[in-house]
């Protein structure tokens, strides 16, 4: 059996909270074993040391590529203290209790956009993961720590090790950690020079945030997660939930597409916005001169389906707003704060889920799972150059018609193909969704104007494809439609502008279509 005492190596490039855990160590006569910068900030602190090179008795060569891959690091990690301990013996290894390591900042390195393949290559960690994996194999007898957070924990059990089922988590949670990051290092080099816009190799890191009761319906298991390393508080992933039943996958759902389609319009108007969706569709959108305004213009575009849906707002939530929520049967509000009023106000319904989000985390990927493998694309970005924007029809748009055309683009952006969306005074006055011709969503949206009580005289119509036919410009001008803002493409453009051009109509061109299946 191995008596050496009880060693603590330490070789961290996130040196959060590192003299704290070294003082608590050696409090307890654990002795430290140590490289380079962890080294150095642990002598700067006045605690004893141990070098890797005076432990082994081999120098660090070749600036720094080999210190800790040693017979005498790697024998004290993995030798299994019951029946390796003669060998240990044999040879003069002693036995490395606790692995405190974390790895060279690969991401953060390749991410300077100045940064050379050779500057890669020599943030790429080699002794690092082997430690950790090490360890991580070998948690029977060695306790492995690859995260600050940590730390608190490790402190606390000491001058013990965490028990069992706390050392074989950490070991899951090690084994997580180099995953990741031989993920990031692969998935770089793979694409580096690659002129290819899509990655050849794509790793995903995810970490499960929450479980839920379950997903689309009751039998199915369903948990959020996110990406390792991302802002956890970004996001309706990471929003917080300030009161309210738990959140469920059908809400997250259609709090994303709420809150995603707000940003778009808030990005087109610069105004107090409001979305209102409904199974992943928005039911109303509007701007106002606040909150309030923008909600109850929201609301007016389809009473009846947000009975039971998402608001997401671009402004703090006040009394006055509150007090107009409250009167509606709602499952989530999302907004980036509430005042302690409106709070009060909104806790009077105690299965309402209030939900804070602070942080927009637009995703990298849209990536979607198919049977026997995976669709990745790019997050689809709402066009708005306005100098891309083409007039085709003989008549140009008037500055009012023009805001209404951008603000029904930003609109139609969120809603299923085929969409159609008639808005006017920054207002969604009618939705055609998801039907399978257009005219079919261009008439929908038509009959959904009307049973709201609008008049569409003088509205804008957006459609996020071409027109193929010019049946929906017919029918647009049959209830007063005043102008047109679409992708154009089709081989028909040409009587689709002459129907608008016969109605007096202005027409936009986007040159871009915002398709969402």
């Known amino acids: 059996m191995n008596t050496s005492p009880a060693t603590a190596l330490i070789s961290v490039s996130d040196k959060t909270g590192l003299i704290e855990l070294a003082e608590a160590f050696h409090r307890c006569g654990i002795r430290l074993l140590s490289t380079g ?9 006045g605690l004893p040391v141990t070098r890797v090179s005076d432990h082994t008795g081999f120098p660090e060569i070749m600036n720094g590529r080999v210190k800790t891959l040693h017979p005498k690091i790697h024998g004290g990690i993995l030798g299994r203290r019951d029946e390796d301990g003669p060998v240990m013996a044999d040879h003069g290894i002693d036995g490395i209790d606790w692995v405190v390591v974390n790895l060279y900042p690969f991401a953060q390195t390749v991410a300077d956009p100045n940064c050379s393949w050779a500057q890669a290559i020599e943030n790429i960690d080699i002794g690092g993961p082997a430690m950790v994996r090490a360890a991580a194999k070998n948690h029977q007898d060695v306790c492995v720590v690859t ?11 000491l001058p013990e090790r965490p028990n069992d089922e706390a050392r074989q988590a950490l070991a899951v949670k ?25 990655p050849p190799i794509l790793n995903l890191s995810l970490a499960q945030t929450a479980s839920l009761r379950y997903g689309e319906n009751p039998h199915q298991k369903a948990a959020v997660y996110q990406t390792r390393g991302a802002t956890p508080s970004g996001g309706v992933a990471g929003g917080k939930q300030i009161q309210g039943k738990p959140l469920s996958f059908n809400n997250l759902l259609d709090a994303d597409a709420a809150w995603s389609a707000l940003q778009r319009i808030e990005q087109t108007t610069g105004s107090a916005s409001c979305v209102v969706v409904k199974h992943t569709n928005p039911c109303g959108a509007a701007v106002g001169e606040d909150g309030l305004a923008a909600w109850e213009k929201a609301l007016a575009c389809d009473p009846t389906s947000a009975f039971g849906g998402i608001v997401a707002l671009s402004v703090k939530i006040d009394a006055p707003l509150a007090a107009a929520l409250s009167e509606r049967f709602l499952e989530v509000v999302i907004a980036p704060a509430i005042d302690a009023e409106a709070s009060a ?18 995703p990298m990927m849209d990536i979607r799972a198919i049977e026997g493998g995976f669709l990745v694309q790019q997050p689809d970005q709402l066009i708005t150059d306005v100098d891309a924007l083409s007039v085709v029809t003989d008549r140009a748009p008037s500055p009012g018609e023009h805001n209404d055309l951008l603000f029904a683009w930003a609109a139609v952006r969120s809603l299923r193909s085929n969409a159609i969306v008639y808005a006017k005074d920054g207002q969604t006055l009618g939705l055609g969704v998801g039907q399978m011709s257009r005219i ?9 104007s009307q049973q709201a009580g609008f008049d569409l005289t003088g509205s804008a119509m957006a459609s996020d494809a071409f027109f193929p036919f010019a049946d929906s410009i017919e029918a647009a001008a049959r209830v007063g439609v005043s102008c047109i803002i679409q992708p154009g493409g089709s081989k028909r453009d040409n009587e689709v502008i002459a129907a608008a051009n016969a109605a007096g109509m202005a027409m936009v061109l986007t040159h871009h279509r915002h398709f969402k299946h």
Request: proline share 4%.
């Open 37 to 45: 910068g962890s080294a150095q900030a642990i002598e700067d602190a």
């Open 147 to 157: 995260d600050p957070a940590d730390y608190a924990d490790i402190i606390k059990a």
């Open 174 to 198: 090690a084994f997580a950690h180099t995953a990741h990051y031989d993920g990031q290092v692969s998935q770089w080099l793979a694409s580096h020079n690659h002129e290819a816009a899509m």
């Open 345 to 362: 106000r909104l806790a009077e319904k105690p299965n309402l889920r209030v939900v804070l989000v602070t942080e927009n985390a637009p």
């Open 440 to 448: 079919d969503s261009a008439n929908f949206g038509v009959l959904k």
